[in-house]
């Protein structure tokens, strides 16, 4: 047998971390590496955050798990929670960012069948997106390397260029119930979509009787230096996805609604086994705690723009490497005139963790909880790799 025990679906790299300290990760030789990746955009407090742990270890003491077949006492306290924080009127909880999607995409599916429209079965999505890996997320994008492989996909998405409002405009037909789209590419290579763009959307959500979901997986929950980055376009939208950041590490997403787009989500119509349970719900909590304090998303900002700063200063000294810096908050991107993974993959051996995306972007995805230090280390770590890095020569 030469399969490995794990199934070889992942190109892991060389890094083992066993222990993890604010924003740093240990190997079990004791080697150290500057997490500026944060479990792609999950530990949004860092590792060990003792607010985050105490609130885990208590309530593994209490109750971990019982099932949805029963009242929630957790679940219906943090969902007024993000109620009272954000556009919804009602939450849905899952165990992924991917699951949250499914759930905003049913939601859709079951409000115009709700409301006398079936034949609104499709939804507009927009190229390089990235919604999970699901056989329905990764239909919603055009990333052939997301779906070779798993054709013929659904075909309940249409896919038009990022932030073309014209191409959404001339794809909505009779068929059309809705727009998905990320407010923040993150794979797609932290590409912001222009205000006109998100609110342009919104305008023809509106005018044609669709719904507008928004995928905040990544840059939701303080992650931009708002609680939500659609906060900072004045879009609200019908339908947010959220996971990620907000269970700082403990796998949990969920679906918000208004109680408008939410019609058709009735008894029977959706479920899940572990969604919604106490130990997932004591998480959010936790972190909710601290991203919702007055000066933590004023913090991520000052830490996200002196980021910014120092990294813009850096390029210069290395302008055949580096391009430009792109982003919001604590969500940048550095671009690269090379291949973004080749470098990724150099500059962990100086210490230091980030992830490629798109358009040979390194994205930088540092905890929230950074603070000037770190930034100084990342900034000399990112400019020791790329004095010793040399770029394939293309064939």
Not at 90 to 97: E, R
Not at 170 to 182: L, Q, R, S
Not at 269 to 289: F, K, Q, R, W
Not at 318 to 328: A, I, K
Request: proline share 5%; charged share 20%.
């Amino acid at each position: 047998m030469t399969i490995s025990p794990l199934m070889p679906v992942y190109g892991r790299c060389e890094v083992a971390p066993v222990r993890g300290d604010g924003c740093y990760l240990y190997d079990a030789q004791g080697r150290e590496w500057l997490d500026m990746a944060s479990g792609i955009a999950v530990n949004c407090l860092g590792h060990g955050h003792p607010h985050l742990v105490q609130a885990i270890q208590k309530q593994a003491a209490t109750l971990m798990h019982t099932s949805n077949l029963y009242k929630a006492p957790a679940q219906e306290h943090l969902a007024q929670r993000l109620v009272d924080l954000t556009f919804a009127d009602t939450v849905f909880f899952t165990n992924s960012g991917a699951e949250a999607i499914e759930c905003s995409v049913k939601t859709v599916f079951a409000y115009h069948y709700a409301t006398g429209n079936p034949h609104k079965h499709r939804i507009i999505t927009f190229s390089n997106a990235f919604h999970g890996r699901t056989l329905a997320t990764i239909s919603a994008t055009d990333q052939e390397k997301l779906r070779k492989g798993f054709e013929p996909l659904p075909d309940w998405f249409k896919v038009v260029p990022f932030d073309d409002l014209a191409a959404a405009e001339a794809a909505i037909d009779d068929t059309v119930g809705a727009f998905m789209v990320e407010p923040i590419q993150g794979e797609g290579g932290i590409r912001p979509a222009s205000p006109e763009f998100l609110q342009g959307l919104r305008a023809l959500a509106d005018k044609h009787g669709l719904l507008l979901i928004l995928d905040e997986v990544q840059c939701g929950v303080a992650r931009t230096g708002h609680l939500f980055a659609h906060e900072m376009y004045g879009v609200t939208p019908d339908i947010m996805a959220i996971a990620k950041g907000i269970g700082g590490g403990f796998p949990v997403g969920a679906c918000l609604a208004t109680e408008k787009a939410a019609a058709g989500m009735v008894v029977g119509t959706h479920g899940s086994t572990y969604g919604g349970n106490p130990l997932a719900m004591a998480a959010c909590e936790a972190v909710l705690d601290i991203v919702t304090e007055p000066d933590f998303l004023l913090q991520v900002r000052e830490m996200g723009a002196r980021l910014t700063q120092a990294l813009e200063q850096m390029i210069p000294n290395h302008d055949t490497l580096f391009e430009s810096v792109r982003g919001h908050g604590l969500m940048l991107g550095l671009k690269l005139k090379s291949d973004s993974r080749a470098f990724v993959g150099h500059a962990r051996s100086h210490g230091i963790l980030a992830v490629a995306a798109g358009d040979n972007v390194m994205r930088l995805l540092p905890p929230l909880t950074i603070g000037e230090k770190q930034i100084r280390e990342c900034v000399e770590r990112l400019s020791e790799a790329a004095r010793s890095y040399q770029p394939a020569v293309a064939a």
